[in-house]
Nanobody, 112 residues
Framework: QVQLVESGGGLVQPGGSLRLACATSGTISSIYTMGWYRQAPGKQREMVAQIKNSATVYADSVKGRFTASRDNAKNTIYLQMNSLRPEDTAVYYC???????WGQGTQVTVSS
């Protein structure tokens, strides 16, 4: 089993940037598929980015603005979010596909 803990959320103005991190309690392998998801109030949880062994897939709504990455040595994945918009406001979660494990989420609020 693994445990995931997100950090880095907060309040930011439109056009600003945030970097989220997701630390894993166990060792993450480069073959594990990890993902970032988000859920806005009143909406379903949606995929933001999926980090596979050989490629990363992004939702159309964040392409060119968000970058997902992984550091296996630190057992951590990241989500660099640039040019943030009010519609990016949501609770952001990380997910481990191999274990079906979710983090507790971190709030991101984009507002002036």
């Amino acid at each position: 089993q693994v445990q995931l803990v997100e950090s880095g959320g907060g309040l930011v103005q439109p056009g600003g940037s945030l970097r989220l991190a997701c630390a894993t309690s166990g060792t993450i392998s480069s073959i594990y598929t990890m993902g970032w998801y988000r859920q806005a109030p009143g909406k379903q949880r949606e995929m933001v980015a999926q980090i596979k062994n050989s490629a990363t897939v992004y939702a159309d709504s964040v392409k060119g603005r968000f970058t997902a990455s992984r550091d296996n040595a630190k057992n951590t994945i990241y989500l660099q979010m640039n040019s943030l918009r009010p519609e990016d406001t949501a609770v952001y979660y990380c997910y481990n596909f191999n274990f079906g494990a979710w983090g507790q989420g971190t709030q991101v609020t984009v507002s002036s």
